[in-house]
């Protein structure tokens, strides 16, 4: 079924697991330790921004960063010119991007609310950009935010997504792996079960009307603490879809 703008600015269910933003609440103060719980995201940023980059325009380009967090990679796309609004549920989380921005005297706004509050909201309604990075798997229906980046898109704009595949390869490595044996991230951050396949995420995309354009993946090797993009899927990927 397709949403269309209208349509889905009538839906006013939050799309929000409270537990979710009150885990991240917890370790807020840590997003900008480059040596701490969230050092495997300062790590990838660089691949993913230049993914992205190479992907689109983002001098001057007005782009939405859903589930911002601290603002690691909100920062990165103002630095390349980007007019940046980052939306995070969490009010420490936003708390720490606001100040993050502060210090370093970046031109971002950081807004704390669901991206269900911001399209019922009177703020900027249409993007040339929008990224969703990480936050698919923390939602109850990500599908919702799918259709959310549509109704925002302007026409041929862009939108990035990351998550987690969901089979026994990204259970060993994203969560025994990560947060057990190698405590790359802090015990707890995923559940299995919220893990999404790409052929689910490409069927939610086609179903908002968006176009998927490219799939990536994201691998680690724990050995050389070496990450890269490349082919395989089964744990990281992301996608990239336009707004035809």
Known sequence: MYYGAETFEKLIMENIDQEEVNKFD?????????????????????LRVGFINERTTLKGAKVLDIGCG??????????????????????????????????????????????????????EKEF??????????????PSKVVQGCKSLLKKDGKVFFSTINRNPKSYLFAILGAEYILNLLPK????????????????????????????????YNPLTNHYWLGKDIQVNYMVFASNE
């Open 70 to 123: 601290g603002g690691i990679l909100s920062e990165s796309l103002s630095n390349l010119g980007a007019e940046v609004i980052g939306l995070d549920a969490s009010e420490k989380t936003i708390g720490v991007a606001r100040a993050r921005s502060n210090k370093v005297g970046s031109n971002i706004t950081f807004l704390q609310m669901s991206l269900e509050e911001y399209i019922n909201s009177e703020n």
């Open 128 to 141: 040339d950009v929008i990224t969703c990075l990480e936050m698919l798997e923390h939602v109850p229906d």
């Open 188 to 219: 707890g951050t995923h559940e299995f079960d919220k893990f999404i396949k790409p052929s689910e995420l490409s069927r939610w995309i086609r179903n908002s009307g968006l176009k998927q354009e490219e799939i990536i993946g994201l691998s």
């Open 26 to 46: 917890e370790i807020a103060e840590k997003w900008w330790d480059l040596e701490g719980e969230f050092k495997p995201l300062h790590q990838i940023n660089p």
